[in-house]
């Protein structure tokens, strides 16, 4: 029901899967900086309703991340949680037929693209847009931009 980062909507999703999409919101994790920033992944949560079911999933650029060009930050990578309804939380790149039963929660968070250019040339009216919006931390921006210095 995921595959590609198709962008379903939840209702549709709920409706055919056995699921409850809790969360789809943009990955903010720190990766992708420079003067123009990458592209935010998604974070997708899936919490299991039915009494079973499994998950098959692959992502590439979880080790490898999205590589930087002309200084700027390499992107953030590609990975899929599985909080399990017991309390354990397992972490995967590549999964096969590994069985869910009902309140486990499936996180997918697909990867940051990567920066190009020299993140302290952002500038400083794009980076406080940044912050306002929750792209990036006030203690990040200073740290990686040099804003506020």
Do not use: C
């Not at 994790?29 to 992944?41: D, K, Q």
């Not at 997708?44 to 079973?52: A, C, G, M, P």
């Not at 920066?115 to 940044?130: I, M």
């Amino acid at each position: 029901f995921h595959g590609e980062t198709y962008n379903t909507p939840a209702e549709i999703s709920e409706a055919r899967n056995g699921l409850y999409i809790d969360k789809m919101a943009l990955n903010t994790a720190p990766g992708g900086e420079g003067e123009y920033n990458g592209g935010r992944g998604l974070v997708l949560e899936y919490r299991i309703r039915t009494q079973s079911g499994f998950l098959t999933a692959g992502y590439t650029r979880s080790v490898v991340k999205p590589w930087p060009l002309n200084g700027g930050s390499e992107g953030s990578g590609n990975f899929i949680e599985v909080d399990k309804a017991a309390g354990e939380r397992e972490h995967y790149a590549f999964v096969s037929g590994l069985d869910l039963t009902t309140d486990d929660v499936v996180r997918v968070i697909t990867s940051s693209g990567a920066g190009f250019g020299d993140p302290k040339k952002r500038a400083p009216e794009t980076v406080a847009l940044d912050i306002k919006n929750g792209f990036v931390t006030p203690e990040r921006a200073r740290e990686i931009h040099g804003f506020g210095e």
